[in-house]
Structures are given as C-alpha cells and as structure tokens.
C-alpha cells in the first residue's frame, strides 16, 4: 500500500512539473521576414453612376458632384506565417518558440472605377482619371510611410509574446497556431488604424474646394 501511494505521489509530481514550467524565460529571436505588394491597378469602365455609388458605399467612400462619376477602391490584406520549434527543457516541458515568420502587409484588387456615362466627354473622363489616380498615389504613399512602423511594431509585439509550453512533442502544432493567432490579435489593432488614417488622408483630396478647382478645369 505504502509502495503504491508513493508511485501514485511521484506521478502527481510529475505532472504537476509538466504544466507548472515558465518559458517566458526562454530566448526568442526568430528570423522575420516582411513583404509588401501594391497589387496590380485595373481600370473599369462599365459601371453607371448609381452602380459606382453603390461601390463607393460599400468602402465608406462617398464622392460628391462630377467625381461621383469615379471611384478608387484598393483591399487592405495581411497575413502572419510562423514557423516554430520545440525545444525539450526535460522529459516532460518542451518550449515552443517561433524560429522564422512571415508577414505580408499589402494592397490586393486595386481598381479605378470611371463611369461610362461620362465617356464620351473626354475632359471629364481624363480629369477623373487624374483624380482616382491620385487616390491611389495616396494609398501607396500611406503604405511606404506605414511599413517601417508595422516593421517596428512588429518585432516589439513578437518579443512580448512569450514561447507556449506543451508536454508533449505532438502538441507543437497546436501551440504553433496559438502562437500565430497572437500576433494577429496583436497587429490587428494597428491595421484597423493604418485603414483610418488611409482614409483620412483620402479625404484631403475630397473637399469642396478642391471639386470646385477641379471640376473648373473642363469649363
């Protein structure tokens, strides 16, 4: 009986070690790779203006007067990829930690909507153009100024997220998807402000006075 309650003690020890070991301790360095893409700018010209509108709308994108007669519209997409290892500390504590990871930061499906009620005026047509292609000069030009800021920000939140424990080498994947989740939990607020502030850089362009300039142009 003695014999058997001290197998039974030891085993408890055991476990309890296994789901007790800290690997916030544990050095994390991984290698990070970032990558970018404008993606590739087309052009539509089959939409009406109510139906370029409706686009608009959808983007919270609200053009006034002639410029409601084009839209630019670009997707922001992000992606995080780690790649991870296990590293026994004993027989029954293995630290998970991100050895490389990817993120993608980038524009997908850019496109420049001019609508083909005004195309056979061509002043109107090249001025909105011009319009919808300084958009999309606004968004590359928020994505450069953004990049080295996610870079940043980056390497902060993957030192903040500590290695994930498991006991067992067939838990490595499971605490490879969590470790990934967090950093997109972690990132996710950044994206949501660098969408805003695109936004608001957009809206520069798109004020009264500068529809009234433009809109001059073609008189």
């Known amino acids: 009986m003695k014999k058997l309650f001290f197998i039974l003690i030891f085993c408890s020890c055991l476990v309890e070690t296994a789901f007790a070991y800290d690997c916030s301790d544990f050095p994390v360095n991984p290698e990070i790779e970032f990558y970018s893409s404008y993606g590739s700018l087309n052009y539509d010209l089959s939409k009406t203006n109510s139906e370029i509108t409706a686009i608009a709308s959808q983007y919270g994108i609200m053009e006034k007067g002639l410029f409601a007669s084009g839209l630019a519209t670009v997707d922001v997409e992000w992606e995080i990829s780690a790649d991870t290892v296990g590293r026994f500390v004993?027989?029954?504590?293995?630290?998970?930690?991100?050895?490389?990871?990817?993120?993608?930061?980038?524009?997908?499906?850019?496109?420049?909507?001019?609508?083909?009620?005004?195309?056979?005026?061509?002043?109107?047509?090249?001025l909105v153009i011009r319009h919808e292609q300084t958009h999309q000069q606004i968004n590359k030009t928020a994505l450069d100024y953004f990049l080295?800021?996610?870079q940043h920000a980056f390497y902060k939140i993957v030192k903040d997220v500590k290695p994930v424990h498991v006991a067992n080498i067939s838990e490595v994947d499971k605490a490879s998807a969590e470790l990934t989740r967090e950093y997109n939990v972690r990132l996710s607020p950044l994206i949501d402000f660098f969408k805003k502030e695109m936004l608001k850089e957009q809206h520069k362009l798109d004020n009264a006075d500068n529809y009234q300039y433009e809109q001059q142009l073609c008189r």
């Open 148 to 150: 080295p800021l996610f």
């Open 90 to 126: 004993s027989n029954y504590n293995i630290c998970v930690v991100p050895e490389r990871i990817k993120v993608y930061i980038g524009f997908s499906d850019p496109v420049i909507y001019v609508s083909k009620e005004i195309r056979k005026d061509k002043c109107k047509t090249e």
